[in-house]
């Protein structure tokens, strides 16, 4: 595949997060040419895998990772990306915007800390003080996100800049207004998987649900990001909807490119279903996506 020679932001920034992964070590291709995000006993994810490999000029000879190291750079690259694309487009959502990996987290004291989900911190309490409860209640209000787009409330001056929009008589339950409220809005979850697996993307669903199902408010926008070469896999999360938003590949184009390479009907079918379908969009998509 040719390089990309775009001088797009978007378009840079992409070369930039592949970048990161290929000087990381996240991403490489060792002495027998399987690539770190390959399942090694699956023929054809070691063909796409390879394929993809190539496309973004990957040089490095190297075994993979290990798992939780592996998928804390990803969500590292992921989270870098978001920031450095996403707080560009002011023109299209302006506001005070952060982009955070959550790093070393207990999911429902984190979680808690937004908006919409401030009432599971006294939810959790009362989990661990009655047992009972705990049994009702199982992990159906465990959240626990990799990569977190909060927007902070507005003051009144901000919202009254142009003309006299609110004051102390209306608008009084507004989460926006800071007059109201002090916690940021979780406006986006990005689940980051390298790989996916059926428990990985299991569990991405499950978080999903919780966060539907947890908040008062809002709903945020709930996103996964995956490195992985399988189409058969990405369908397994992709494909239905009501859980998460959409799945992003980090390298679709590629991915495409790969699959028609391998002249494999079924998995072209299946690629097709699921980018006609709006389940499946490349990395560049996401802040786009975000700023709707």
């Known amino acids: 595949m040719t390089e990309d020679k775009s ?3 978007l378009a840079q920034a992409r070369r930039d997060f592949h970048a990161a992964l290929l000087a990381s070590g996240v991403l490489t291709v060792n ?6 995000n390959a399942d090694g006993s699956q023929r054809s994810s070691v063909a796409y895998a390879k394929r993809i490999a190539e496309s973004l000029l990957v ?3 190297g075994e993979r990772l290990a798992g939780q190291t592996s998928g804390g750079e990803f969500e590292t690259a992921c989270a870098d990306f978001v920031r450095t ?11 005070d915007w952060s982009v955070t990996k959550v790093a070393g987290r207990k999911s429902t004291e984190y979680i808690a800390k937004y908006d919409q989900y401030s009432h ?8 661990k003080q009655n047992p009972e409860l705990r049994a009702i209640l199982g992990n159906a209000y465990v959240i626990a996100p990799d990569v977190v787009v909060v927007r902070q409330p507005v003051e009144d001056d901000v919202i009254n800049e142009n003309e006299l929009i609110v004051d102390a008589s209306v608008g ?6 800071r007059a109201n409220q002090e916690r940021g809005i979780l406006h986006a979850v990005i689940s980051c998987k390298w790989t996916l697996r059926s428990d990985r993307a299991q569990n991405a669903r499950s978080e999903s649900l919780n966060l539907i199902r947890n908040r008062k408010g809002r709903l945020p926008h709930i996103a996964v990001v995956t490195a992985e070469p399988s189409p058969s896999r990405l369908a397994s999360l992709a494909l239905g909807t009501g859980d998460i938003d959409t799945l992003y590949h980090f390298a ?20 097709d279903t699921m980018v006609s379908g709006k389940r499946l969009k490349d990395i560049a998509d996401l802040p786009l996506d975000l700023a709707i």
Do not use: C, W, Y
Request: aromatic letters at 6%.
């Open 120 to 127: 599971l911190f006294d939810l959790d309490v009362a989990v």
């Open 172 to 177: 009084r339950l507004a989460s926006i207004r």
């Open 59 to 61: 040089e490095t000879i």
């Open 31 to 36: 002495d027998k040419g399987v690539a770190s």
């Open 252 to 271: 679709l184009p590629e991915l495409i490119e790969a699959v028609h390479a391998e002249d494999n009907d079924e998995a072209i079918s299946m690629l």
């Open 7 to 9: 001088q797009a932001f």
């Open 85 to 95: 694309t996403f707080l560009r487009l002011g023109m299209l959502r302006p506001g």
